[in-house]
C-alpha cells in the first residue's frame, strides 16, 4: 500500500521539476533526485531508514520463519530429545544426559550402520569418479548423437530413489530375476538367497545400484566442467605432439579439479544420508548387512518409539557429515577457494 | 559430419572454418571410431536397460516372465497397464503428487526470491550473517530433524495433509534456492536499479517490475529442482501420510510389497510412475542440469 503512495508522490517530484521553466532549475532537481532516490530521504529523511528496515522484514520474513520454524525448531528440538528418555508421550521429565548417546555408540547396529556410510562414501567416490570421467571424456567427443547420449545418460538420476529401487529389486530377484537368468545363461548361477538377501552382497549390491542411479549426475558436472577447458589448449597440446592420453592427464584432468572436488563433497554428504534406496531393496537387511545412520534412526523412531535415541542418532549422523565436511573443506576443497588465480595462472603459463 | 552442429551445448560458436578443421584432426574429437560408438553403446544399454526392462516388462504376464526372463513380450498384453491406469489408488496418488508438489515449488520460488532480493540488493548490517544463515541450512538434512518434524507437524494437526509435507519440504529446500538465486539477482546490472529509482520506482517496485520479469530464468530453475525434490521424496511423506493421502512412490513402494508375486503388475505400475517425472525431465532439462551445475559451481 505505501509503496504505491511513495511512487506517487516520487513521480510527481520528477514531473514538477521540469516545469519549473529553467533547464537549470530541472538539471538540479535531477541531480538532487539521485541521491533521493537510492535513499529514499528529503521529507521522510529518518523515515527512510525505517522504512528500509520495513522492506527487508517483509521480503525476508516468510522466508525467514519458515526456515526457523521447519528447520532450525526441529534441529534443536532433536538435540534436546536426545538427551531424554522418551516414547513419544507425556511431557519430557526422564532427562538421561548423554546416556542416549553412549547406547547409541555401543549399539552394533549403529556402529554397523556408520561403517556401512563410510564404506559407500568412499564406494561412491572410487567408483564413480574413473567411470563417471571416463565416460564424460567419451561423451566430449565429438560424435553422432551426442545429445540423445547426454540425456539418457541422466535419466537415472531424474527417477525417484524409490522407482529405481523397486525397478532393481524385481531385476535382482534370486532365480526368477532378469539378472540370474542371464548370469544362469553364461553357466553362472547368482547366490540361493539373491544378491539382496545374502549379508555378503547385499552392502555391495546396494552400492552398484546406487552408482548406477548417481552416476549420470558425475558425468553430467563433468561435461560442464570440460566446456570450460580452453580449446586452445587443446590446440597447443596437439601442436606440442601430446596424445591424447597425455592431453587427459596433463590438461583436462587437472582443469577439471574444482569440479572433481566439489561433485565429491556433494557425493559424500548424500551418501552420509542415504535412506530411500536401502530402504526399498533391503529394509537395512538380511541381519543388518546394509543398515545406514538413517534407516537406524528411522526404526528406532519410528518403529520402536525410541525417540530419544533416534534423536541421538540423528545428532551423530549430523556431526560425523559436520566432522567430514571441516575436513574436506580443510584439506580438500582449500585449494579451490584459497587461491582460484592459481590454476588459470598455470594454464598461461 | 553433422558431428560439429549436433553438439548444442558446445560454447565455441564463433569459431572460424579453419580452427573448425583443426579440431577435428585433434584426438580429441576423432569421431567415427568404431570403438567410441560400442563403448558409447554399451554405457546407454547398462543406463537405460533396467529401465525399458520394467517398462517391456508391463507388457507381459508373469508366466512370460517367470519362463524366460529375459524375454520379450510375447504376445504383447496391456491388462497390467490397464490394470494400474483403472485403479482409482493411482489416480489418488498421482493427484496427491502433484498438489505437494506445486505447493512446495510455489512456496520455494516466491519466499525464496523474496528472501533473495534484499540479500543480493539490499546494504545492510547483518546481511552476510543472514545469508549464513541460509547457507548453513544446506549442511543441515531432513534426516538430521526429520523425528522432531514427524512429532511437530503431528502436533499441529497436520499429519495426513497436503500442507504437512510440503511446508517442511519447501523449508528445506529454500538454502538452495537463496544460494542459486542470490547471485543471479546480483548479476543484474546496477544501472537498471538507478535507471528505475531514478523514475521514480520504490525498490518494491522495482522488485515487482523489472527484478520479477528478469529473473524467470533463475526461479525456473529452482523451482524446477524443488518439483523434482518434492515429487520423488520418500522419506518424510513415508512418516507423514497415510491411506488415501500417500503420494506415488509411497504408492509404488506400497504396491511392490503388497503385490511382489505379480512382478508384471509391479513393473507397469512402477513405469507409469515414472513418466511425469521423465516428462517433465525432458522439457526441462536444460534447466535442471544448468541449475545442478550452478549450485556446483557456487
Known amino acids: 500500500m505505501t509503496d504505491v503512495a511513495d511512487e506517487t508522490t516520487a513521480r510527481v517530484g520528477v514531473t514538477a521539476s521540469p516545469a519549473t521553466s529553467s533547464p537549470q532549475a530541472s538539471a538540479t532537481g535531477r541531480a538532487s533526485a539521485r541521491p533521493v532516490a537510492p535513499a529514499p530521504g528529503g521529507r521522510r529523511g529518518t523515515g527512510s531508514a525505517l522504512r528500509k528496515r520495513l522492506e527487508i522484514a517483509f521480503f525476508v520474513a516468510p522466508a525467514l520463519l519458515l526456515f526457523l520454524f521447519f528447520v532450525v525448531v526441529p534441529i534443536i528440538r532433536a538435540v534436546q530429545l536426545s538427551a531424554y528418555r522418551w516414547k513419544g508421550y507425556g511431557p519430557l521429565v526422564d532427562f538421561v544426559g548423554l546416556k542416549n548417546y553412549v547406547s547409541v555408540l555401543n549399539n552394533d547396529v549403529f556402529t554397523g550402520a556408520l561403517q556401512h556410510n563410510l564404506i559407500i562414501v568412499v564406494a561412491s567416490v572410487a567408483i564413480q569418479l574413473p567411470l563417471g570421467l571416463a565416460i564424460a571424456l567419451l561423451l566430449n567427443r565429438k560424435m553422432w548423437g551426442q545429445g540423445v547420449l547426454r540425456t539418457i545418460i541422466f535419466v537415472p538420476y531424474v527417477l525417484a530413489e524409490v522407482i529405481a529401487g523397486v525397478v532393481w529389486f524385481q531385476l535382482l530377484q534370486p532365480k526368477y530375476g532378469v539378472i540370474d537368468a542371464m548370469l544362469d545363461a553364461v553357466g553362472l548361477s547368482g547366490p540361493e538367497q539373491g544378491f539382496l538377501g545374502t549379508p555378503e552382497y547385499a552392502l555391495w549390491t546396494v552400492i552398484v545400484v546406487l552408482t548406477w542411479k548417481y552416476l549420470g549426475l558425475a558425468v553430467i558436472l563433468f561435461l560442464a566442467g570440460l566446456q570450460g577447458v580452453p580449446e586452445e589448449l587443446y590446440e597447443a597440446s596437439q601442436i606440442d605432439g601430446a596424445s591424447w592420453w597425455q592431453t587427459q592427464r596433463k590438461i583436462t584432468l587437472p582443469l577439471l579439479g574444482p569440479t572433481i572436488r566439489t561433485w565429491a563433497f556433494l557425493s559424500m554428504i548424500g551418501s552420509l544420508q542415504l535412506f530411500d534406496m536401502v530402504w526399498i531393496l533391503t529394509q537395512g537387511g538380511p541381519a543388518n548387512a546394509t543398515t545406514t545412520m538413517a534407516t537406524f534412526l528411522i526404526t528406532e523412531g519410528t518403529k520402536r518409539q525410541n525417540y530419544g535415541i533416534a534423536a541421538a542418532a540423528s545428532v551423530i549422523l549430523f556431526i560425523v557429515a559436520l566432522v567430514l565436511a571441516l575436513l574436506y573443506q580443510r584439506f580438500i576443497l582449500r585449494r579451490d577457494i584459497q587461491d582460484p588465480t592459481a590454476s588459470k595462472k598455470k594454464v598461461k603459463a | 559430419m553433422s558431428a560439429g552442429t549436433l553438439a548444442p551445448t558446445s560454447a565455441t560458436s564463433p569459431k572460424s572454418p579453419r580452427t573448425r578443421g583443426a579440431r577435428r584432426r585433434t584426438g580429441k574429437y576423432t569421431g567415427g571410431n568404431p570403438l567410441v560408438y560400442a563403448l558409447a ?41 490397464t490394470g494400474v491406469l483403472t485403479n482409482p489408488n493411482f489416480w489418488r496418488y498421482a493427484l496427491n503428487s502433484t498438489v505437494i508438489a506445486l505447493l512446495t515449488t510455489a512456496l520455494v520460488v516466491v519466499f525464496g526470491i523474496m528472501a533473495a532480493y534484499p540479500l543480493a540488493r539490499y546494504k545492510f548490517k547483518g546481511r552476510e550473517q543472514l545469508f549464513t544463515v541460509f547457507v548453513l541450512g544446506l549442511l543441515f538434512p531432513a534426516t538430521v530433524a526429520i523425528i522432531p518434524l514427524f512429532i511437530l ?42 535507471a ?94 544448468n541449475g545442478l551445475q550452478g549450485a556446483v559451481k557456487g
Do not use: C, H
Not at chain 2, 512370460?64 to 498384453?77: I, K, R
Not at chain 2, 510440503?166 to 538507478?194: G, H, K, N, S, Y
Open chain 2, 196 to 289: 528505475a529509482l531514478l523514475d521514480g520506482a520504490s525498490r518494491i517496485g522495482f522488485f515487482w517490475r523489472i527484478l520479477l520479469p528478469l529473473s524467470g530464468p533463475g526461479m525456473v530453475t529452482v523451482g524446477v529442482l524443488a518439483f523434482v525434490g518434492s515429487w520423488n521424496a520418500y522419506l518424510l511423506p513415508l512418516l507423514l501420510l497415510q491411506s488415501d493421502m500417500k503420494t506415488l512412490p509411497l504408492g509404488v513402494a506400497d504396491f511392490s510389497s503388497e503385490y511382489s508375486s505379480d512382478t508384471a503388475g509391479v513393473f507397469a505400475f512402477t513405469s507409469l510412475a515414472m513418466i511425469p517425472a521423465l516428462v517433465f525431465f525432458l522439457a526441462m532439462q536444460k534447466r535442471i542440469v
Open chain 2, 153 to 194: 507437524i503431528t502436533d499441529l494437526g497436520m499429519g495426513n495433509t497436503w500442507w504437512g509435507v510440503a511446508l517442511p519440504q519447501a523449508a528445506f529446500a529454500l538454502p538452495v534456492t537463496v544460494v542459486i538465486l542470490r547471485p543471479f539477482l546480483q548479476a543484474l546490472p546496477d544501472e537498471l536499479e538507478e
Open chain 2, 41 to 81: 553403446l554399451a554405457v546407454v544399454a547398462l543406463t537405460v536397460g533396467p529401465v525399458l526392462y520394467g517398462v517391456l516388462g508391463g507388457f507381459r504376464t508373469n508366466a512370460q516372465l517367470a519362463e524366460s526372463p529375459a524375454g520379450m513380450p510375447d504376445p504383447w498384453v496391456l491388462f497390467n497397464y
